[in-house]
Nanobody
């Protein structure tokens, strides 16, 4: 099956920026909606942002104005630009996509996550 692979996480100081990337490996026809989710230790995995194949976006209130989700359909890649990072943004960030396989079947896929730590 296809893999979604996140990258770009790391340690950053409060107020800093990171850009996360999530790319599909393996042959697929395309990806419909994609999204970013995050999970801190002991907490539920929460939605951060989503983007449809047409470019419509949705954000959690906690990140509006600071984060921007975008995608490159030709590369089957979704990005999350994170600015003005806060310690409360610390979490493991997961990519999700509604995969359309080469056979035309649709299924949900998750990446392995990338750690974002915001600390001074």
């Amino acid at each position: 099956q296809v893999q979604l692979v996140e990258s770009g996480g790391g340690l950053v100081q409060p107020g800093g920026s990171l850009r996360l990337s999530c790319a599909a490996s393996g042959r697929i026809f395309g990806i419909d909606a994609m999204g970013w989710y995050r999970q801190a230790p002991g907490k539920q995995r929460d939605l951060v942002a989503t983007i449809t194949s047409g470019g419509n976006t949705n954000y959690a209130d906690s990140v509006k104005g600071r984060f921007t989700i975008s995608r490159d359909n030709a590369k089957n890649t979704v990005y999350l630009q994170m600015n003005s990072l806060k310690p409360e943004d610390t979490a493991r960030y997961y990519c999700n996509g509604e995969i359309v396989g080469v056979a035309g079947l649709r299924y949900d896929s998750w990446g392995q996550g990338t750690q974002v730590t915001v600390s001074s």
